[in-house]
């Protein structure tokens, strides 16, 4: 018998469906659900008052990140630290007597496994290649990284899975985005994502899920493709995945969560048939030569508004759609940014390197490596690091990673979503510019008035130690194309 | 979940495009454990502008927004279709809508409405001075100038909204479908089935 060649997310969504119905949506299973303070008390509360119960507490985990300061959590004396603003600690509170409640896995904020869900799940081996993963946040695509279907919920949704562990979904559309070739000393995966999402707009992915594949991807480590996928939102798309290999597996392997016995073994067998099959047909793809890639930074209030660090900011007359114009223009002004500045010519006055999309081991390392011996810059008022697990931390603390940021005048905090949304007291004053490593540069973002510059981790390090926005290469001794 | 069929009355003629649900709602409104009194923060950046239409008198408790291309992209907040019940909105019209918006819209009621840019452009127009008419049985759009346009809408989602059904509800009397594909999963992929830290 000879079957229709599938994509990668055929194959999964396939593997999935619980029931069909006549209207095209389809009744789908999830397997791990991801549970944070934010977007879960409404849920909670709408199954109290249903007197209805989580169907299955143990495909679900909750961890608190966005509100958490990421200040000391226990002072001197070892107790634990009160969360000064009172609604910040009402939803933790919140969570922290629901999920118990609910039979739920509860890791709290002085665990050291706490973190950014979307650090927390792949790093637990919770979250799988092939398994549907869901969590109310959007940059839950963030573990396609490890070849899973992972999407960002809203908290009906929330209170959907937690009730019936599944969703009622129609298909999405398929659009391969196929990068080839060897990125170049300097180009990190950020810059990859963010130079896709420059090439597809924010809206290139609406009503698709992107499957990222191309030898770029191949040679990628699963930190850096996880940084990828947890970016493919910012592209429009809910979900982004790239087909699980060696190194994924690699990766998962004695996790606390992951599969053992002969449950690993049957896991991986069929985590090696997750690859779409020669001649699967995508809806829409794009293809991109990794050599076209440059360390990119955006300049204004969209993901989409990127430019190579060596450009300049673009005129709004330059963009042929009219409305594109009018959006640029007013980026431009709440930016305070005039067309055919210099990207290298932007001082900024903050630096944030953390967030779910930047806020590993490998990104912690690679900001350390450009800011050793190095101090910060003079104009610089605040730069943070902000792991994104206190395992993460750990490790990085045993590297002495900590103490190269210290040295070098960068604080060295504790795990949290921080300065990426600034739910919690990491805030980045109105009219200041801020290079971070985080995903969003959307108005407001990081404070009411921020402006924010994304980039990678090592240019953020960059960035800290020059003043200004700058090609990380000059800094590394790295040829510059 | 409230029914909803019909929505007479003036619009908010925004009409910006690629509006991200931090504009909506931004995010130190997102503390909240209820669902109730989010209108007092929806677009309050946009409501710093001198002249917005959000402040504009002739459209205040307008239950119809008027957006541009890719409304209510990034963060997947349903705060956003909260603020906007409380600001009164059940109706939004757009040239497109993200994903994860359109999702949590349809959860709480609210109508999206795809149409053409050209079509958008009239509406906007319209707005300006009259109200604009949407019928959902129908699938159409009228203003008071014969404007007739129809739009596309999911034929479980029309029937949610027209009926107010709640999902959740719905689902749970699938459950004998969801045993038996967990059952399934536990034969075939017992590593997805089970969770459980070593």
């Not at chain 1, 690679?366 to 943070?384: M, P, Q, S």
């Not at chain 2, 669902?35 to 923060?41: A, D, F, K, T, V």
């Not at chain 2, 992929?189 to 089970?194: A, G, I, T, V």
Request: charged content about 20%; some cysteine; overall charge negative.
């Amino acid at each position: 018998m000879t079957s229709t060649p599938r994509t990668l997310y055929e194959k999964i969504w396939d593997a999935h469906v619980v029931e069909r119905r006549d209207d095209g949506t389809s009744l789908i299973y999830i397997d791990r659900h991801l549970v944070h303070e934010v977007t879960s008390p409404q849920a909670f509360e709408a199954l109290r008052t249903a007197g209805r119960p989580v169907r299955r507490p143990d495909l679900t985990l909750a961890v608190p990140d966005h509100n958490l300061p990421t200040t000391a959590r226990r002072d001197a004396a070892g107790n634990r630290v009160p969360i000064a603003d009172p609604e910040s600690a009402n939803q933790l509170g919140t969570l922290a007597k629901n999920a118990p409640e609910f039979g739920i896995r509860y890791i709290s904020e002085v665990d050291a496994e706490q973190g950014i869900v979307h650090v927390v799940g792949p790093e637990q081996g919770f979250s799988l290649p092939g398994a549907t993963i869901v969590c109310g946040d959007s940059h839950t695509s963030c573990h396609g990284g490890l070849g899973a279907l992972a999407f960002g919920i809203g908290t009906t949704e929330v209170e959907h899975v937690l009730a019936t562990q599944t969703l009622i979904l129609s298909r999405s559309k398929t659009f391969a985005v196929r990068v080839d070739g060897k990125l170049a000393p300097g180009v990190t995966p950020k810059d990859v994502v963010l130079h896709v999402i420059g090439v597809i707009g924010t809206a290139g992915g609406t009503g698709h899920v992107i499957e990222f594949c191309g030898s770029t991807f191949e040679d990628m480590s699963v930190e850096g493709r996880l940084t990828v996928c947890n970016m493919s939102i910012e592209g429009g798309a809910r979900a982004g995945l790239i087909a699980p290999d060696e190194k994924t597996f690699a990766y998962i392997e004695g996790r606390p969560y992951a599969p053992r016995g002969a449950d690993w073994d049957k896991a991986v067998a069929w985590w090696r048939s997750l690859r779409s099959d020669p001649g699967a047909k995508f809806d829409k793809s794009v293809h991109i030569d990794a050599a076209d890639i440059q360390p990119t930074v955006t300049w204004g209030t969209s993901p989409e508004d990127v430019v190579p660090i060596s450009g300049t900011v673009p005129a709004p007359a330059s963009f042929a759609d009219p409305s594109k114009q009018q959006a640029a223009q007013v980026s431009l002004d709440y930016m305070g940014l005039e067309p055919g500045t210099r990207m290298t010519d932007i001082t900024v006055q903050n630096v944030f390197i953390g967030s779910c999309t930047n806020s590993r081991i490998e990104d912690l390392r690679a900001a350390a490596e450009v800011v050793r011996g190095r101090k910060r810059a003079a104009n610089v008022r605040w730069a943070i690091v902000v792991p994104g697990s206190g395992l993460v931390k750990a490790q990085a603390e045993a590297e002495g990673l900590d103490k190269v940021f210290i040295a070098a005048g960068l604080e060295w905090r504790e795990p949290g979503c921080s300065a990426c949304l600034a739910m919690n007291p990491d805030k980045v004053p109105a009219g200041e510019r801020c290079a971070s490593t985080s995903n969003r540069n959307f108005t407001g973002r990081q404070g009411p008035g921020s402006r924010t510059h994304l980039v990678s981790p090592a240019m953020a390090a960059a960035a800290a130690v020059t003043g200004k926005l700058t090609d990380v290469r000059e800094l590394l001794g790295a040829a510059i194309a | 979940m409230k029914p909803i069929s019909h929505v007479h009355g003036r619009a908010i003629p925004f009409g910006r495009k690629n509006v991200d649900t931090d504009v909506v709602i931004p995010a130190h409104w997102l503390k909240t454990i209820t669902r109730e009194g989010l209108g007092r923060g929806a677009f309050e950046a946009v409501r710093k502008e001198p002249g917005n239409v959000f402040d504009d008198p002739a459209y205040a408790g307008a239950p119809i927004l008027i957006a541009g291309d890719n409304f209510g992209c990034g963060s997947s907040r349903e705060h956003a279709a909260w603020a906007l019940l409380d600001m009164g909105v059940t109706c939004v019209i757009a040239p497109s809508f993200s994903d994860i918006f359109s999702g949590n819209a349809f959860k709480n009621g609210i109508l999206t409405v795809a149409l053409p840019q050209e079509q958008v452009d009239r509406l906007l127009e319209v707005a300006r001075t009259d109200a604009i008419d949407i019928d959902l049985e129908a699938q159409t759009v009228t203003t008071p100038f014969q404007d007739r346009f129809t739009f596309a809408v999911d034929p479980f989602r029309k029937h949610c909204l027209l009926n107010g059904l709640d999902e959740v509800g719905l689902t749970l009397a699938q459950g004998d479908a969801i045993t038996a594909h967990e059952a399934r999963i536990a034969r075939d992929l017992p590593f997805l089935s089970r969770a459980v830290a070593a």
